[in-house]
C-alpha cells in the first residue's frame, strides 16, 4: 500500500473525518457564541433602556416636586407681601391716630387765647349789625373762643342774634342737601374752611371786594393768638345767613 508521509489512505481518511468533527464543532461554538453575545448586548440593552426610563422618571419626580416647592414658595411670597400691605395700612392708621392725637393734647395744653380790646378796636370803623357765632364741639377751645369773641361784637355793640353762641349742625332741608352739602362736614356746609375761623357774610365771597368779611378776618387774626392760628373769608351756601349778617365759625386749629 502507498503512502504519503508514512500515512496511508484509510489515515487520512480518520484525519479528515477528525477535521470535519472539528469544524463542525467550532461552527457550533461559533454559532452558540454569537447567540449568546447576541442576548448579552439585548440583555444590557434592556437593562439600559430601563436604567434610562428609571432615570427620566425620577427627574420628572424631582422636576414636580421643585415646581411645587416653587408654587408654595411663592404662594407664601404673595402671603408675606399681602401681610406687609395689611401692616403697612394698619401703621398709617395708627399714624394717623396718633397724629389726630397729638393735635389734640397740643390743643388741649396750648388753647388760643383772644384779645378782646384789639379785636374792638380793629372794628369798631365798621357799622355795627346782627351777628352769629357757631363752634366745632370736637375742637377744645372752639366753645370758649366762641364765647369771648361774642362777649367783643355786643362791647363794639353789635347784636347777637342768638341768646348764647351754637354748635354746628347739619345743614337746613333744601334740594342741595342730599345732592351736595350732605356729604360735606358740618363746618364746611356753614361756610366755613376745615380749619381755623371763618368769616361769613351776606357780601362777595372775595376777601379784597368785601369791606366788612375783610375788616374781620383781619381783626380776629390779629386778636386771637396761638399755634397754628388761621382766619379765613367763607361762603355760606350750604347754610345761608337767616336773621344775622355776619357768621363766625370756630374750627379747630390748623395741623
Do not use: C
Amino acid at each position: 500500500m502507498r503512502t504519503i508521509w508514512g500515512v496511508g489512505i484509510h489515515g487520512w481518511e480518520n484525519m479528515m473525518l477528525t477535521s470535519l468533527s472539528a469544524a463542525a464543532v467550532a461552527a457550533a461554538v461559533v454559532g452558540i457564541s454569537t447567540w449568546a453575545v447576541v442576548q448579552l448586548q439585548r440583555a444590557e440593552l434592556e437593562a439600559a433602556e430601563a436604567a434610562m426610563n428609571s432615570y427620566k422618571q425620577q427627574s420628572n419626580e424631582r422636576i414636580a416636586e421643585a415646581n411645587a416647592q416653587a408654587a408654595d414658595a411663592n404662594k407664601t411670597a404673595a402671603q408675606a407681601t399681602e401681610q406687609i400691605a395689611k401692616l403697612s395700612v394698619e401703621a398709617e392708621q395708627a399714624r394717623k391716630e396718633t397724629a389726630s392725637a397729638q393735635l389734640q393734647l397740643q390743643q388741649l395744653k396750648s388753647p388760643r387765647t383772644f384779645n378782646d380790646e384789639k379785636f374792638v378796636a380793629a372794628i369798631s370803623g365798621l357799622e355795627p349789625a346782627t351777628f352769629e357765632v357757631l363752634y366745632d364741639v370736637n375742637a377744645p377751645d372752639a366753645l370758649f373762643l366762641a364765647g369771648v369773641i361774642s362777649v367783643a361784637f355786643v362791647k363794639a355793640h353789635w347784636q347777637s342774634a342768638q341768646s348764647l353762641p351754637e354748635p354746628l349742625a347739619p345743614p337746613p332741608e333744601s334740594p342741595l342737601r342730599e345732592l351736595y352739602w350732605s356729604k360735606l362736614s358740618w363746618i364746611v356746609a356753614a361756610g366755613g374752611q376745615p380749619w381755623g375761623l371763618s368769616v361769613v357774610t351776606k357780601g362777595n365771597p372775595d376777601l379784597e371786594q368785601n369791606i366788612v368779611g375783610r375788616t374781620i378776618v383781619n381783626a380776629l387774626a390779629d386778636a386771637v393768638s396761638g399755634p397754628n392760628t388761621q382766619v379765613s373769608l367763607g361762603n355760606a351756601v350750604g347754610t345761608p345767613l337767616t336773621t344775622a349778617t355776619v357768621r363766625i365759625i370756630i374750627g379747630p386749629r390748623g395741623p
